[in-house]
């Protein structure tokens, strides 16, 4: 089951409840690369999860796959998010190695260790309705959001992936940053944006240290 372009994306966020075992996650990974699946690996800060896997890839049924050997292991998914990469309508603008950039990533960046996913919604309500206003005025919002995405060029790389019809919320944002306040500035900062500031909706934040199995278990599991 593959997208017609780009790659299927699934955010699980897990909990150790007990005994992990760390082969069936090491095969995981193992089997996963073989298929050309990407396995991006974090530690999550505070109580909403211990750990993350974000895991990218052509074929739905790899993921799927990947999800029932994570929940064999022992540990528990207490929390998921399940998305693609894709191309906004406000992007036909972008070259094709620009659009190939965002359709396939390579994750995680080398040098950003600082992460953060979040899944947002434009507003639909009677006063501020993001759907209602004319495709001209939406294109001219999104330019000037990018635009303040773009000022953090070297600290952050975000990757926003589409959920409408596939989650609960219309899209998922995974931050890559090379400290953790770039994360919180950027995030800050493009909040001010009228995108954001009158049409922006946001739900529950995660944020980690991206690593190897290893290390993520490591600190995980104590």
């Not at 190939?100 to 995680?108: E, T």
């Not at 596939?166 to 900062?189: I, S």
């Amino acid at each position: 089951m593959t997208p017609s372009k780009g790659l299927n994306v699934l955010h699980l966020f897990c909990h150790v409840n007990g005994d992990v075992d760390r082969a069936i996650l090491e095969q995981a990974i193992s089997d996963a690369h073989e298929r050309k699946v990407q396995v991006v690996t974090a530690a999550i800060m505070g109580a909403k999860a211990d750990l993350c896997f974000m895991v990218l890839g052509e074929d739905l049924w790899d993921l799927r796959r990947f999800q029932s050997k994570v929940q064999a292991s022992g540990l528990s998914v207490s929390e998921s998010y399940v998305s693609v990469t894709e191309i906004s309508e406000y992007g036909t603008w972008m070259s094709e190695e620009m659009q190939n950039v965002r359709l396939y990533p390579v994750l995680p960046p080398s040098d950003m260790k600082a992460f953060c996913f979040y899944p947002m919604s434009k507003r639909r309500g009677e006063d501020k309705n993001w759907f209602a206003l004319p495709y001209e005025q939406r294109d001219e919002l999104m330019r000037e959001h990018g635009k303040s995405g773009r000022d953090f060029k070297g600290r952050v790389i975000q990757v926003v992936t589409g959920s409408t019809g596939l989650d609960d919320w219309e899209w998922g944002v995974t931050l890559f940053g090379v400290r953790p306040d770039d994360l919180k500035d950027c995030v800050y900062t493009m909040r001010f944006d009228e995108a954001s500031t009158l049409y922006g909706e946001f739900g529950a934040f995660y944020t980690g240290l991206v690593g190897d199995l290893d290390e993520v278990l490591d600190v995980t599991l104590g």
